[in-house]
């Protein structure tokens, strides 16, 4: 297999995971919203706790692309 075949599998496979991602932390913020108006602080931290630690996760994918990209071009 390739280089950049291996390069097209992991960006198809990573942007994947950042879409299921993206997609749980729009219910995150729809769980946190609904429990901001019920006055519920027991679950709007946790949720936007959660929602910090999948941007920061999705962050780390971006970060592995591009470097595997440079490196690619190197």
Known sequence: MS???QGTTLFTA???L???GVVVQ???LTVSMEAVAR????TAIPAAVSSTVLFAINMGFLRYVLRFD?????
Do not use: E, K, Y
């Not at 006055?39 to 027991?42: M, S």
């Not at 440079?70 to 190197?74: D, G, Q, T, V």
């Open 26 to 28: 729009l219910w995150l």
């Open 70 to 74: 440079r490196s690619l071009h190197r």
């Open 18 to 20: 950042v879409a299921t």
């Open 3 to 5: 280089v950049q075949r």
């Open 39 to 42: 006055h519920d602080v027991h």
């Open 14 to 16: 990573i942007l994947v």
